[in-house]
Every structure is written in C-alpha cells, then in structure tokens.
C-alpha cells in the first residue's frame, strides 16, 4: 500500500463506539486493582512491610513511601481511574495515574505480572485518543469536546498492540518445558482440593487440553477476531479461556481486560446498536494528511518497532531465559515456569578475613525470601543490601558470596549462581549476559 494510502487509512473518521466503551471499561478495571491492593492487603505485604525493597534495577530512586503513605498513593490511583471511568478530568486523571502506576512497577519486583506491564502500555496508547467524547462528565459538562468518531489509528493501536501480546504468548509457548506440561503439572496438582472441581485438575486430558489449547488460542484468537464469520466464535472462546484462567490462577485483572480487548474488533455501528444507541457519525470528508499527521505515524511505527523488538532481547542471552531470567519482562512470557530453591550467603570481612552466615530471613518478608533464592538479580540486590548494610555498622569493605541450588520445572535441583564470586564486588551488567550464573544442566532422558 502506498504510504499516503497508508496515512490516509490511519487518519480516516470511524465510529469511536469501542474506544468509549473500553475506556469505561478500563477505568473499572484500574479501580479495582488499585483499590483491591489495599483491600487484599498487597500494598502492606510488598509495600509497607519489607525493610527492605528490590525496585527494577536501574531505577532504584523510586523507593515506598513512609508511614500509610502507600495506602494515600493507592488510593489516590484508584480515585484517579474511577475519574477515567466516569470520564471527567480524563486526560489529567489518566495522566496521573500512568505515572503512579508506573511507579509501583518500578518500586517493586519481587511481585511481578505481566499485565502490570500491559495496564503501562494500555494507558499510553489510551492518553491521546478522544475517549472521553461521550458517556462522560467531561463531554456533558462541555457540548464542544462530544464527537462520535476518532482517527483510525486510535483503534488500530490497540489492536496491534492486543495481536503482539497474543502472538508473543503463542511463539513463548512453543518451548520443550510447556509442550511437555511440566509447570501446568506443578500448579494444578496443588489445586486438586479446590471446591468440587478439584479433582478435575489431576485429569491427564485436562493438563493436555491446557498445554494445546493455550498455544492454539494464543496463536488464532486475533485472527478469529479480525474475520467477521468468526468473530463471535472468538469472543466465546476468549470469555471461557480467560474466565477458567481467572478461576484457577487468580490472576488478577488481565482475564477480563482480555474479554475487554474484543470491543476493537467490532465494527463501531455493531457495538453502537446493541449497546448505546446514538445518531450514527455522518459522513467525513477525506482526511487532511499534513506534517503533523506524519509525525503522529512515525511515532506509532516508533512505538510499534520497540513493541515487536522488546520481546525478542533474549536471544541476545545464552541459556533458557526461564532459568537466568534474562529478558523475561516485558516479553509476554506467561505461566512458562515455575522455580523453587534454596540460598545461602556468606560475608566475609577483607582487612581481617572474618566470616560469617547471613540469613535472609532476618531482613527480608517471608515473601521476599521465598522468591530471592530463584531470581539472580534479586540475589545481586540483596548482596548490594549487605554492603550498604554492614558499612554503616563500620564493617567495611565486606566480600558477599551466596550459594544455593534451584529446581526449575521440577527439575533437579542445581546452583544458580556461582559460590566463588564475590557479589559485592559485582556490577548489573544492563546490556550484557551476567558472567555469575551457572548454566543450566539438562538431565538425561
């Protein structure tokens, strides 16, 4: 297609039915999981709580806030997407609570889910569009912001961005541990008590139908979507795929944002008659393609670019990324693995050669603990930790050494990170391999 094809389609008037109802919808979403923090107690457990924090590296400036400060920052986000939803202040409110939100992803990451990454992204591609053009405060109190269509290009983001989550999650999918069911196994043997359908969970076919089905429904859910013939079948496939996931994992609010996501594939005149029905938009003129309008496509090719090449940075790594963790974030790697293990670590005072054992126990929650032992750069923080720890007690300079085994996939268990290095000495390496993790050993079969 030409280019000034290109951006004529992208900038082309439609219907923005799906873009409104997503914003609601995406405002309760946001709501609940700022709100559920609080309730469920998240933001005590990793928040306020732990003495001591692991916040994306790189980025270690953004550090909880004292006291109930946490809870006051929760609660200001929920109140921010309850304004989203209601859509009154949008643009600001949703502003807000972008830059709050990517605050908590990057405080923290010893809870991390792929779709605290996704509400990051949803909220960006969300800020420029027109959402808030009606079923809104904003577009009741003032006449002039009410529009019933939007550019192309505000509904094709999300749709492009919806098929690189998919399709990611599908490609992640075909590797050796997921084709062979081995975390599914480990997770849904510990759910056999659950109420009534416990015992399915231990059902051969059941573990099967999950391995298969989830690379299948990966791979076609967006192609299913974009053909109008089976565009409803896709929408039943989605509700029941990401219901039964909500049910058996509890994962939050990616499930629903995932039923959500379909709006974007309906044509808005659909969505508009059987939902909110409203003067259909007249006919629009062709779009003036301008200098500003070539900007604005360079920056969602830009965006877009950055989109497709994230998710592939481990192949700059060697070794599986489940096990070095290399590349994992940001890369749609879902329910692929599952680590247990065991660590250890040992200071040793330079100027005088003393030794001694730390447990991590006795800094860290029982949360932090548990995950330390199976994520190297949690491990390279908390040696960072003993320094900074015993340098203001007067013991310095310390050599900080660790040693432990982990169990990745059932596997047997093996060291993860080599004993004789000294990890206070250690820098994070942010663009190459880290030289300090044992390689993992495959068993013979």
């Not at 502003?95 to 939100?101: D, G, I, V």
Request: with cysteine; hydrophobic share 50%.
């Amino acid at each position: 297609m030409h280019r000034g094809r290109i951006l004529r389609w992208l900038f082309e008037p439609v219907d923005n039915t799906a873009l409104i109802l997503f914003r609601v919808l995406f405002g309760l979403l946001c709501f609940l999981e700022s709100a559920g923090a609080i309730a469920t107690g998240w933001v005590r457990e990793n928040l306020v709580e732990p003495t001591v924090q692991f916040p994306l590296i790189g980025f270690e400036w953004a550090r909880p806030l004292p006291g109930w400060g946490m809870y006051a920052y929760f609660a200001l986000m929920a109140a921010c997407a309850l304004l989203v939803m209601l859509g009154r202040w949008f643009r600001p409110a949703l502003a807000a609570f972008t830059l709050l939100w990517t605050g908590t992803y990057l405080m923290q990451t010893v809870s991390y889910n792929n779709h605290y990454y996704l509400l990051i992204l949803l909220c960006l591609l969300l800020l420029p569009t027109p959402a808030d053009a009606w079923l809104s405060l904003d577009a009741r109190r003032d006449p002039t912001r009410r529009g019933v269509t939007c550019p192309r290009w505000c509904l094709a983001m999300f749709q492009a961005q919806i098929a690189i989550v998919y399709s990611f999650a599908a490609l992640a999918k075909l590797d050796a541990d997921w084709l062979a069911g081995r975390p599914l196994r480990i997770w849904l043997n510990a759910k056999t008590d659950y109420f009534l359908i416990g015992p399915l969970y231990d059902e051969a076919w059941l573990r099967w139908a999950m391995v298969y089905g989830g690379i299948l429904f990966d791979a076609l859910v967006v192609p299913l979507l974009l053909w109008r013939r089976t565009r409803l079948l896709a929408v039943a496939l989605a509700v029941v795929f990401h219901l039964f996931n909500s049910f058996t994992f509890r994962i939050g609010i990616f499930p629903y944002l995932g039923i959500g996501f379909c709006l974007f594939f309906f044509p808005g005149e659909a969505l508009r008659r059987r939902f909110l029905p409203h003067k259909p938009p007249a006919a629009s003129a062709a779009p003036r393609v301008g200098s500003r309008e070539r900007w604005i496509a360079a920056a969602l090719g830009a965006y877009l670019a950055v989109q497709i090449l994230l998710p592939l940075r481990h192949l700059l790594y060697a070794g599986p990324v489940h096990w070095t963790e290399e590349g994992h974030r940001m890369a749609w790697r879902m329910m692929l693995r599952t680590k247990s293990g065991t660590i250890t670590f040992r200071v040793r005072e330079t100027a005088s050669g003393r030794e001694w054992a730390v447990d991590a126990r006795e800094h860290l929650s029982a949360k932090q603990a548990a995950r330390l032992a199976t994520h190297p750069e949690l491990i390279w923080q908390f040696a960072q930790h003993l320094r900074r720890h015993y340098a203001a007690q007067g013991v310095a300079p310390i050599e900080v050494y660790a040693g432990g085994r982990v169990s990745l996939n059932g596997r047997r268990a093996q060291p993860l990170v080599d004993p004789r290095v000294d990890l206070a000495a250690q820098p994070w390496p942010l663009l190459s391999a880290v030289p300090w993790i044992v390689p993992l050993q495959e068993e013979a079969r």
